[in-house]
């Protein structure tokens, strides 16, 4: 299976899961004294500041739209411009994109829902905020329009990330978690062990259905989902660390990696294994 078709399994139906119960998704706890970046996406466009200081930074993602949408956030190599990366990735995405550095950020969430994620943005420079999500049509947001940008500089913070009361640690091509999961508000850490850059998306099941359900929608996408987007961690490249906030419900859900892998001409990590139930128990998580 090709990176273009579970991209648009996993995502042009996400309108149509959007009408089960969603979790909460933002975390309401202290920010730490760290520096905020407030981005808010709708259809098919980003609004966010214009520049942040260098060091962790709490990315907070809010969708006004109508659609489904994350919210990646790239850092260009030094000396391109924005619109010279998106001219690249329109001719050879994938040599655009191995260009760049994929830093993290606010996993696909429902129409209405909020999300956050906090992330060192170490490098000073030029940064996108990219949505690959694509509409009924196949689409991806960013082609209609869902980019933005914001500049990296200034003197560095000092202020270090949240405690993380989960560690997820993304390998080729598995997700190692704790077996054990406890319901209510926590944060992530999220460290991409690589080689490949690596995301972790965030799948609630629907009542009453299974990872055998959820497979058998991926192979033949008809119907209602079986399971709504509920955020995570966006790609990033190995060696990087994202502290996501989570507010979790008990139920059952799937982690996904959906990112394409050039050492296996372009299968998807969850086509390679990197896909996982879990359960998360009843219980108040600590904080």
């Not at 969603?22 to 520096?35: I, Q």
């Not at 000396?79 to 950020?105: D, I």
């Not at 055998?212 to 033949?220: I, L, N, S, T, V």
């Not at 008990?250 to 990197?274: D, K, N, Q, R, W």
Request: glycine content about 10%; aromatic content about 6%; proline content about 6%.
């Amino acid at each position: 299976m090709n990176v273009r078709s579970l991209t648009r399994q996993l995502f042009r139906t996400a309108l149509t899961a959007a009408v089960l119960a969603a979790p909460a998704l933002a975390h309401d706890g202290h920010d730490h004294g760290l520096s905020v970046l407030r981005i808010e996406g709708k259809d098919h466009s980003y609004s966010n500041p214009a520049a942040v200081q260098p060091g962790w930074t709490r990315v907070e993602f809010r969708n006004t739209g109508q659609e489904a949408h994350h919210v990646q956030i790239i850092r260009l190599p030094r000396g391109q411009t924005a619109q010279g990366f998106l001219s690249e990735l329109a001719k050879n995405e994938g040599a655009a994109l191995a260009s760049a550095e994929m830093v993290g950020g606010v996993g696909m969430i429902t129409p209405g829902s909020s999300g956050s994620v906090t992330l060192d943005l170490q490098e000073e420079g030029t940064y996108l905020t990219v949505c690959f999500v694509t509409d009924a049509k196949g689409v991806p947001h960013l082609a209609l329009g869902m980019v933005g940008s914001f500049e990296v500089k200034g003197e560095r913070q000092t202020t270090q990330p949240p405690k993380a009361s989960v560690k997820v640690q993304l390998e080729d091509f598995s997700f190692q978690l704790p077996e054990t999961l406890v319901a209510g508000k926590q944060v992530w850490e999220v460290v991409n062990a690589g080689p490949e850059p690596h995301e972790m998306l965030i799948f609630k099941l629907a009542p009453g259905k299974t990872m055998a359900d959820f497979a058998e929608y991926m192979a033949k996408p008809e119907g209602p989902m079986p399971a709504i987007p509920v955020g995570g961690a966006q790609a990033a490249n190995k060696g990087r660390s994202s502290f996501v906030d989570l507010d979790l419900e008990a139920g059952e859900y799937i982690l996904v990696c959906a990112i394409p892998s050039a050492a296996h001409h372009g299968e998807t990590h969850a086509a390679l294994g990197m896909i996982r139930p879990i359960t998360v128990a009843a219980g108040t998580a600590q904080q």
